[in-house]
Structures are given as structure tokens and as C-alpha cells.
């Protein structure tokens, strides 16, 4: 005789795969408990009040999207404000307009119009052959602009060579030769007011929480809680590791509070020399014009990641690719463990996308269940 389960859905991990999951499985009439390791919910885009200031405790998140049913569904949760990304380079002190637009190249060339721009970009474009970062790079832009916004940022964030990343790591190199330096093209842009972590905390309203517990430690017992599991922590982690790990890029971060009103210009700057150890830094006051009379500051820095550490980016080489292949297809013969997110798919998801991802798969699921 089977026992009467007490949930119809485990959901681990309360991060936006997992929320979003468990509030359309809940007001399609299901009942769920969320679980999450860490203390707190909403997953990577976790956000904490200090000095007034709303920190972004796991780097900087920027919510854009062009998908209207996306926008729709978040604005159910909470209201955002008219935030729209801008981002300034330091190349050795010196402050530059990115992505690369007209405003850089006036600030380092003196071109001073869109068709002495196109010009401009047309006779440092390199014609050389190669398929790695470097190569593909110089081809877009040249030697001296991939020198001051590419190369030393893009070897930090991956720990290795330009010339021996693949160009796959990078889908284009957005350059503008207008004045517009918004960072992103899309229609919807904003930081939700409040945080994230209060759209998460109303998206899980009327939920069962539970935090600070691991599944994998007790995986027996939460199974015999729910008829269906859904499982937004690491694919390989979840099979004991059995094929080997997946590789990650890791960060650290360091967090200062400043006696003073403003730090930079823009929310974030980027460092792009290769000698400075960090990314770039991030002022959380700005995503949201709070006023204060301190200021937070982040730096980012990339290091290389252990098992075991908090994972941030899927190392999407071959033998990457291959290893979570593998687990994939070993996730197809349970048919009763759904595997969704950033960690569980083993791919790097924005915000928009993880949601789409999870309105998709719970549509799939209330519908099999009809
Ligand atoms: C540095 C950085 C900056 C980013 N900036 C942006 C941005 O500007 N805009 C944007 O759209 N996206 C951004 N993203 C992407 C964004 O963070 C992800 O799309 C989103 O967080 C993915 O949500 P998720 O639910 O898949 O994963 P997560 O948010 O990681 O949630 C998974 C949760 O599962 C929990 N968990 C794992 N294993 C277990 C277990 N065994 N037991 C219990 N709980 C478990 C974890 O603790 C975690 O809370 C950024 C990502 C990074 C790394």
C-alpha cells in the first residue's frame, strides 16, 4: 500500500527557478514546500538591506528582457523602478563610454560623428585568421580597442589566455556606433524597488519555506515527503558526483562601506587592466538612487573554484559539455525529479530566461497532471 504523501511537490532550492515553480504549482491547486541550504531565499539575486542601501549580495543583478509575458509576470510580485544600465570602463585611470559606442571612441580618437565612427572601426578592424577569443576579437574591433576593453577583463573572468578560450565565450561584441551607451537594447529594464528578495518573498506568499536545510543530506526523508521532487541545485552534486565534477568560474567578493555620498559615476565600473585583480566595481546605491549618506561598494573578484565553493559560471567547454551530458541523460530515467535552473542545467541563465525556463517546465507539468 502506498503512504499518502504530506506535499504533491518538493521544491529545492528557493531561488527564481524554484519560486516561480512553486507558486504556479500552487495556484494551480498543488501543494509544495520550498527548501533552501542557505538562510536566506531568493537564490543569487539575493538582496539585503544595510545602511538603508539595498546590497546585492552575489554581484550586480539588472532585470532586462524583451519578453512581455516575462515583464508582466515579474510586475505581479512587485513594482520596478526606471533603472537602465550604464557601465563606464577605468583602463589606466581613465574613465571611458562602454559597451563601445561614439562617446568612447570621441573620448580616445577624437571621431566626433557616426559616419567618421564607422570609418574609424572599418580601418582598425583586423583581418587576420583564427578561430580563438583573441583572433575573433581583433577581427570585430582591432588591436587597441580589444587591448583596452576585452583582453585583460576577459582573461580575468576566465582564469586563462585570450588566445586559448574559444570565441563561443562571447556571442558578440556589442559596439555602437551611435552615442547611445545604454549596456542593454532591451525594451524592459529595471531593479525591482525594495530588492529581490521582497519580489521572491511575494512570489512565495502562502508557501511552506523551509532554510538552512540541505536535501542531499536527508535526500530519504524529503523524498517521502512529496510525490514529485524538483531539484534546482547542482546536476552532479544531486548523483554523488559519480561521473566527476562540473567546472565552474568562481568569485570572491569585498565589501566596504564608504564615509562619503557617491563613490563613481555609474552603478558599476569595470577594471579592465589584466594587473588589477578585480572585475569591477560595483555601488549598490546606485541601481536604485537610494539616498544615504554612506555608500556601499563590491569589488568582484574571478578566482579559480573547488568543489565544494559556491559555483557561479559553467565552464561550457567540450568536456564540460560531455560530463553534463552524461548526467542528463541519467536524469531521464526519473520521471518523478524535474531538474530546472542555472545549476541543475548546468547553464548560465539571466533572470528572464531561468523564469521563462520555469514557467515553461510547471505549464508542462500542471498539464501532464490534468
Ligand atoms: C555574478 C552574477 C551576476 C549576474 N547578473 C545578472 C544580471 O545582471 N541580470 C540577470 O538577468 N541575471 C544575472 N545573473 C544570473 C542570475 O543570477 C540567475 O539567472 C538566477 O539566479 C538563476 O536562478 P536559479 O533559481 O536557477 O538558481 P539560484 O539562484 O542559484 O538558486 C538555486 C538555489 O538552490 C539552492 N540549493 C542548491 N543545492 C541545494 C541543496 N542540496 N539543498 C537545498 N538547497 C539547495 C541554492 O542554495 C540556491 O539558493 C547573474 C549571475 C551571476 C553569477
Redesign the pocket.
Known amino acids: 500500500m502506498t503512504q499518502e504523501k504530506k506535499y504533491d511537490f518538493l521544491i ?9 515553480f512553486a507558486r504556479e504549482v500552487t495556484d494551480a491547486g498543488y501543494s509544495c514546500l520550498v ?4 538562510n ?7 538582496t539585503r538591506e544595510e545602511e538603508g542601501i539595498q546590497v ?1 549580495q ?8 524583451n519578453d512581455e509575458k516575462v515583464w508582466t509576470y515579474v510586475n505581479r510580485f512587485t513594482k520596478f523602478n526606471k533603472y537602465r ?1 550604464m557601465v563606464e570602463v577605468n583602463f589606466r585611470g581613465k574613465l571611458l563610454s562602454f559597451p563601445i559606442n561614439l562617446k568612447t571612441l570621441q573620448q580616445l580618437y577624437g571621431v566626433n560623428n557616426e559616419t567618421n565612427a564607422v570609418k574609424h572601426l572599418e580601418s582598425v578592424r583586423e583581418e587576420i585568421t583564427g578561430k580563438d577569443f583573441e583572433s575573433w576579437a581583433k577581427q570585430q574591433v582591432g588591436a587597441e580597442l580589444y587591448e583596452i576593453f576585452i583582453k585583460g577583463y576577459t582573461e580575468k573572468q576566465w582564469g586563462r589566455p585570450a588566445s586559448e578560450l574559444p570565441s563561443a565565450i562571447i556571442k558578440r561584441i556589442p559596439i555602437r556606433t551611435t552615442a547611445n551607451d545604454d549596456y542593454f537594447d532591451d525594451t524592459y529594464q529595471g531593479i525591482p524597488i525594495g530588492g529581490y528578495t521582497s519580489l521572491v518573498e511575494n512570489m512565495l506568499s502562502g508557501i511552506d519555506v523551509q532554510l538552512g ?5 536527508n535526500k530519504k526523508e524529503y523524498d517521502n515527503m512529496a510525490n514529485s521532487i524538483v ?4 546536476i552532479d ?2 548523483y554523488g558526483y559519480q561521473f566527476g565534477a562540473l567546472a565552474y568560474r568562481g ?1 570572491k567578493f569585498k565589501q566596504q562601506t564608504l564615509e562619503t555620498d557617491s563613490f563613481q559615476n555609474t552603478a558599476v565600473v569595470n577594471y579592465t587592466e589584466a594587473e588589477i585583480p578585480f572585475t569591477r566595481i560595483i555601488e549598490h546605491k546606485k541601481f536604485d538612487y537610494q539616498k544615504s549618506n554612506k555608500t556601499i561598494v563590491t569589488k ?1 573578484y574571478p578566482t579559480e573554484w573547488c568543489k565544494g565553493e559556491e ?3 559553467p565552464i561550457n567547454d567540450a568536456a564540460n559539455k560531455t560530463l553534463y551530458e552524461k548526467y542528463r541523460l541519467l536524469s531521464n530515467s526519473e520521471p518523478n525529479v524535474i531538474f ?6 548546468y547553464k ?8 521563462a ?2 514557467l515553461t517546465k510547471s505549464a508542462s507539468t500542471i498539464n501532464f497532471l490534468k
Do not use: W
Open positions: 529545492v532550492g528557493a531561488g527564481l527557478f524554484g519560486s516561480v527548501i533552501d541550504k542557505r536566506h531565499i531568493a537564490g543569487n539575486c539575493y546585492h552575489y554581484g550586480a543583478h539588472i532585470f532586462h528582457t544600465h536545510v540541505n536535501y542531499l543530506d531539484f534546482t541545485g547542482p552534486a544531486y568569485l568582484e559555483p557561479f559560471y530546472g535552473g542555472r545549476l541543475a542545467e548560465y541563465y539571466d533572470m528572464h530566461q531561468v523564469i525556463s520555469a
